[in-house]
């Protein structure tokens, strides 16, 4: 017997259901268990503190914690798109779940976009904390104008980021211990080219930093948020910044796809798929 | 005979731990992973002070160098905290439910103490790595490159007064780590958190990237009772950082420290294999 084809709408509506479940899996699973969600704001104040603490130290005006706060609430985003992104299907793998994604009936962009719409959710309500709670213990000003802008920017700055994620999701897709130490390798080298932790703002970071940082998303969407957040900018200063990240989104969600589906058949033709304890 | 047993069930469990975690990939590119991570974290608070001293933030350029060996030096063996700390949080965890060998290695004659030692010791030969490389290119890039002339003579360094200092310090960690390992025996959910909490307060508090004199004077008792304090301020001093005066009673606050540690460990650690053995907690599965 065969199976009847599904029509646009059909087919549109069988992977919206399913990234909505994947959504929920997630934020049922990041949010069950109170200490975890506590840790996860209180562990990136320690970091954001040694560096307040630092800026204090050698004599940096108070809108340096600031920035300091903003790169702490980012590099939670990044630190979710690493574990609970790139690495996914790793862990998926390792656990036996990667061939159900497989066989179900749905584009594996789907399971994706659910996995985004949970990581970015859940790492929403941590970013906040790690904000709130870095204003009340460190002190430190805020110049917000235009607080529907940095809603703007800061959506673009995540779908940019969570598109990066998707690709990285494919590309470490047949890792074995190699996803483990490659999401290592990328936490803080990446906190050091985004200028997470020290304001690129005062202009005096090297050309060749920057240029490698424009590669990351995240530094856009940091340095507009700051300008707008810290320095009081308006849309003219931020333009650009939304250009890159609306620039970058476009070109990494194809590419995403490509290599997912191009991961996908390298894995069925090696017998990688389903290999685990590598 | 029960040292050598010992002894040898340390190596053994060495000589697995090297090889998870470092037969991935190739020597070169191994290496490059070990160095490449401390020295971005080094690189960001470098970058920190040399902005403070281009905007003229605090003083002269004489105390931004002087500060920068200083840090540079406290990053680099930070290293071993992060190693260690994150190698044997994850320890319980990997084993019992990933490789699902826990029980296996347990009912095993030897136990799991000279198992979680050997695997301990393989984070310490990953942090010496670590804060070797990360000390060359540290010199490298700032006296090399940047021509910064930082005060930092890696061939002038005391021997004598480094190596009692790291000894002291890596067997401090060591047993903490080993609480670490206690506390996941007995619970599936820390495994993720326990490592980066317990290396993100000595970062804060361990005097790592500014004196603890910085902080605020209700928790500086609280950095005065940690090993790494003590561990980095004589380090400093072999590297003739801070005066070598006060030496030896850094020595020997990190010995009496480095003590009380070991103590708490094993009585941490007994505690938590009983209460294991009594729930059958070496087998269970928390991954689904």
Known sequence: ?278 | MAVADFVKSARESFRVGWKIESNWTDPVLFATYQVIRPLASLLIVAFIVIIGASVGAAANSAFYSRYLAWLIVGNAFYAFVLQIMLGMAILVHVDRTRYEVLKNIYISPGTLHPYVIGRGLVSVVNGAVSVILTLLFSVAIFNGLLHMNIPLNLLGVNLLMLFPAVILGIISLLAIGYMLCAVNIVSNRMEFILGDSVSGIFFLLGGVIFPIALLPSYVQPISNVLPITFLLNTVRESFGLLPTGDYITDLAYLALTTLIAVIVGIAVFRLAEQRAKKLGLFDRKSEY
């Open chain 1, 1 to 278: 017997m065969m199976l009847r084809s599904l029509s646009i709408r059909e087919e549109l509506l069988n992977n919206l259901r399913a990234a909505y479940a994947r959504m929920w899996v997630r934020l049922r699973g990041a949010n069950r268990d109170p200490i975890s969600l506590v840790a996860e704001i209180g562990l990136p104040i320690l970091a954001i503190g040694a560096y307040v603490v630092l800026y204090r130290a050698i004599g940096f005006p108070s809108t340096a914690g600031a920035a300091v706060i903003i790169g702490g609430a980012m590099v939670a985003f990044w630190t979710n798109v690493l574990w609970n992104m790139s690495s996914q299907w790793f862990w998926e793998r390792e656990q036996g779940n990667l061939e159900m994604y497989l066989v179900a009936p749905v584009s594996r962009m789907s399971i994706l976009l659910g996995m985004a719409l949970g990581g970015s959710l859940n790492t929403a309500i941590r970013a906040l904390g790690i904000v709130l709670l870095g204003i009340f213990v460190f002190q430190v000003p805020f110049q917000l104008n235009s607080p529907l802008l940095v809603g703007v920017v800061f959506l673009l700055t995540l779908i940019a980021l969570y598109a990066l994620g998707m690709l990285f999701a494919s590309l470490f897709m047949l890792y074995g211990r190699e996803a483990w130490n490659t999401a290592n390798l990328l936490q803080e080298p990446v906190y050091f080219l985004s200028g997470a932790y020290f304001p690129g703002f005062y202009g005096l970071v090297p050309f060749a930093i920057q240029a490698a940082g424009s590669l990351i998303p995240m530094t856009f969407g940091l340095d507009a948020i700051r300008r707008l957040a810290i320095g009081g900018g308006d849309i003219t200063s931020v333009w650009l910044h939304i250009i890159a990240l609306v620039a970058c989104t476009l070109i990494l969600f194809p590419i995403a796809r490509r290599a997912l589906n191009y991961m996908e058949s390298l894995g069925k033709k090696e017998g990688r798929l389903t290999l685990r304890w590598q």
